[in-house]
Nanobody, 116 residues
Framework: QVQLVESGGGLVQAGGSLRLSCAIS????????MGWYRQRPGKQRELVAI???????NYPDSVRGRFTISRDAAWNTISLQMDSLKPEDTATYYC??????????WGQGTQVTVSS
């Protein structure tokens, strides 16, 4: 099993920045990709950023240029730097890991609220 614990959410004004972190533990050797998802009120969970073990990174258009995902070399922590935040970025953010058999693991979520 893989355990994921997020931290770093909070309240920020529009235009501000927040940094989320996710600590990973357990059987991490089989992880092929890690990322961040968010779920806005009344919406489905959506991908925010993903990084593969090979280093490929992808973002949706809604956050590209404002959000940056990073990971440490040991694959123990991933982070999400969020700049130029907008009220529509308000959501619960979840850390995600996927392994070689496409099993998903999720953190408990951290709330990000952007005030206008």
């Amino acid at each position: 099993q893989v355990q994921l614990v997020e931290s770093g959410g909070g309240l920020v004004q529009a235009g501000g920045s927040l940094r989320l972190s996710c600590a990973i533990s357990g059987r991490t050797g089989g992880i092929t990709a890690m990322g961040w998802y968010r779920q806005r009120p009344g919406k489905q969970r959506e991908l925010v950023a993903i990084v593969t073990r090979g280093g490929t990174i992808n973002y949706p258009d809604s956050v590209r240029g404002r959000f940056t995902i990073s990971r440490d070399a040991a694959w123990n922590t991933i982070s999400l730097q969020m700049d130029s935040l907008k009220p529509e970025d308000t959501a619960t953010y979840y850390c995600n890991a996927i392994n070689a058999v496409n099993k998903n693991f999720w953190g408990q979520g951290t709330q990000v609220t952007v005030s206008s």
